[in-house]
């Protein structure tokens, strides 16, 4: 690959879904298949330098200062296919030109650094964070490394995500330290194999795309095997150039830091200017005002929404307007919402007449608590004819779950937990099952049925879902059922309601809680919706409907242009380094060959002073997060995450997870040619 090429494909790489990264891996690759300087000026031989280690080896071993793999030693070098290396340079490995994973030696009172994995840096040259401990204390169940190594990280996905560095000014006097057994460590016997270069080629895809296709182990903690570290071919340059190149790669990625942070300010102007663009329109006063700011998002539009998720925030101007009675043209003799406030109140007390048992107990409750309560009107100006009420007087019906863990069974009904509602719909795939004993008792309050609307109030608060037809269901902890008189209210539109930012806004107004937010009963109750009439409240459903499916469309037209993108410039890298790199969805981490699955919940919020780091993380997150991300925050090792999670669980901070599980992402196949 000469200039000219690289600068013809850089525009598209650089601006597609992990251009960046992408530009990374590939400024690895061509540094260590000597591709990123220009060949044929060097005027030394590896061949050379590679005996001249080859002797110093040997006085090492000699004088029992290296630490051999015999078993190891014998096997040839394998230099991969398809790529030719610079007349100057030799294949090798790494356990030919220095110490695999060394051990240090020093007083117990020496001053030395401790580096646990959370120490270790994913970004390019980036320091190791150390404390300092004791020689002693941590020299023993530690993985040794000094000033001068390389250490990389062996487990998933600390791996995947570029966990590793070339070792330098470690605390300490002796300039060594101990730290996570989660590294594989080389150390250079001769001068002339600089660990900055070493650097370079273990986070190139020359070693990372084997080195994941090489690990080992269980799912969760899978790792690359010393062997595979030892072994693999390493492509040696003469020292001279291993110093040019380093240098080269150092210029070059503060040049993509500089155009990384080019695109982030930029993403952060375009989102600026989305929400103020939408804000104008949401707080517009006139019509006239109205449309002005219709037009300009009409204008800007491709500009304002250039990726999936930013379709998100126009979904939420679209509930707001229509929500706030400003998406559809009035009319000339609407009928008062007053009157459909007051048809809900007759039918309420018809009911309250004509129920029994159970229901008639609920009845009569919601006529005392609509006599005592007293519900505020926001400040926000609705229509003339419109009304804003309770979520208490617009029901027929709002009932609290039986708030204990239901026992469950492996085949019956299913049990909604907050977890199963998202974004306005039921999941039902992965839901909990009840048995009829358990179902009678729990739903004893009343029963859901199709329509019906599951609200959560904690964990996360705010979600809501419609019970679809032809299914069973029981409200989990932490859920309510709201039901309305469905030819009075619509449900759709209540829905619509509860999903809009300003409802969502108000009702974080209305939460309580120090640590996790979250609603009382009375709260949800208490919540204000805007109410239009019945026939107002249908049309405004069908043009939300509309919009959105619009919404949907352009969203799957940015997904796919964005995936096109990132599909042209995977193969692009490809075509230019020899090497395919697969490129995960989220650039901004690289995505482990397997994930963990549990979800995790916050229970008795600690201490201020308890020791409970995950709960903190949890408190932090509305009280629930999936076991892997969990993890990754905590950024500890497998090992002491769960340990820590044990431990938490134990003191009831944490609520008994699920049983744990793991699970393959399934891999792609490769590309046919």
Not at 85 to 110: K, V
Not at 159 to 182: M, Q, S
Not at 211 to 234: H, I, L, S
Not at 408 to 433: A, F, S, W
């Amino acid at each position: 690959m000469d200039a000219k090429q690289f600068l013809a494909e850089f525009g598209h790489v650089a601006k597609a879904p992990g251009g960046i990264a992408h530009l990374r891996q590939m400024i690895y690759q061509l540094a260590v298949t000597g591709s990123l300087t220009p060949r044929g000026e060097s005027r030394e031989d590896a061949g050379l330098l590679l005996a001249h280690i080859g002797a110093q080896r040997q006085r090492l071993i000699r004088a029992k200062q290296y630490k051999r793999m015999v078993e190891l030693e014998s096997e040839p070098v394998c230099p991969p296919q398809g790529i030719s290396l610079p007349a100057a340079w030799r294949w090798t490995r790494l356990l030919d030109i220095g110490e695999i994973n060394p051990r240090n030696d020093a007083p117990d009172e020496q001053l030395a650094a401790f580096v646990p994995m959370s120490g270790v840096p994913q970004f390019h040259r980036a320091a190791i964070i150390a404390e300092t401990k004791r020689w002693g204390d941590i020299k023993k169940g530690y993985t040794h490394f000094a000033n001068g190594d390389v250490v990389l990280a062996k487990i998933t996905p600390c791996f995947e995500n570029g966990k590793a560095a070339a070792v330098e000014g470690l605390p300490g006097d002796a300039g060594i330290g101990a730290g996570t057994t989660e590294l594989q460590v080389f150390r250079p016997i001769h001068p002339g194999v600089l660990s900055a270069y070493v650097y370079l080629f273990l986070r190139s895809p020359l070693f990372m795309v084997e080195g994941e296709k090489n690990m080992t182990g269980t799912a969760g903690q899978k790792r690359v095997p010393t062997d595979y570290f030892a072994t693999r071919a390493f492509p040696l340059p003469p020292s001279e150039e291993q110093s040019r190149i380093v240098a080269k790669v150092d210029e070059l990625m503060a040049l993509c830091d500089q155009l990384e942070k080019q695109q982030q300010d930029r993403r952060k102007l375009q989102n600026a200017l989305r929400q103020s663009t939408l804000q104008a329109l949401a707080t517009a006063q006139s019509s006239h005002e109205l449309r002005m700011g219709w037009e300009r998002l009409q204008a800007n539009f491709g500009q304002l929404f250039s990726e999936p998720q930013d379709v998100r925030d126009f979904r939420g101007l679209v509930l707001d307007l229509a929500v706030n009675g400003r998406l559809l043209p009035s009319t000339r003799t609407p009928t008062p919402a007053s009157t459909l406030l007051d048809q809900i109140a007759e039918a309420r007390s018809k009911w309250a007449k004509t129920a029994e048992g159970q229901e008639k107990k609920e009845a009569v409750g919601m006529l005392k608590k609509l006599r005592t309560q007293q519900a505020a009107a926001p400040s926000e100006v609705l229509p003339e004819h419109w009304r804003w009420a309770s979520l208490l007087q617009v029901s027929q019906a709002v009932v609290d779950c039986h708030n204990k863990t239901a026992p469950y069974v492996n085949e019956g009904i299913h049990l909604i937990r907050t977890t199963d509602i998202r974004d306005g719909r039921m999941e039902l795939t992965k839901t909990r099952k009840i048995s009829e004993e358990t179902y009678a008792y729990w739903a004893r309050r009343m029963q859901p049925r199709a329509g019906d609307i599951f609200f959560t109030r904690e964990a996360p608060m705010g979600e809501a879902a419609i019970v679809p037809d032809g299914e069973r269901v029981c409200l989990g902890q932490r859920t309510m059922l709201i039901r309305l008189f469905n030819e009075l209210f619509s449900n759709r539109y209540l829905l619509y309601v509860i999903q809009s930012p300003s409802f969502q806004t108000r009702m974080s107004e209305a939460a309580i809680g120090m640590t996790v937010k979250h609603l009382r009963v009375g709260g949800v109750e208490d919540l204000v919706v805007p109410v239009p009439p019945r026939d107002e409240q249908d049309r405004i459903v069908q043009v939300i409907d509309r919009l959105f499916a619009l919404c949907d469309q352009h969203a799957r037209h940015l997904t796919t242009g964005l995936r096109v993108a990132a599909s042209l410039a995977s193969s692009t890298v490809a075509a230019l380094t020899g090497i395919n790199i697969e490129q995960a969805e989220d650039t901004a981490m690289k995505a482990p060959q397997t994930e963990l699955v549990s979800l995790l919940r916050l229970a008795t919020p600690p201490d201020v002073k308890a020791q409970a780091p995950l709960a903190t993380i949890l408190a932090r997150h509305q009280g629930e997060m999936a076991a892997r991300d969990l993890w990754q925050r905590f950024g500890g090792e497998i090992d002491a995450f769960y340990a820590q999670l044990k431990t938490e669980v134990t003191h009831g901070w944490i609520a008994e997870p699920e049983p744990a599980q793991v699970r393959e992402k399934p891999t792609a196949e490769p590309a046919k040619a």
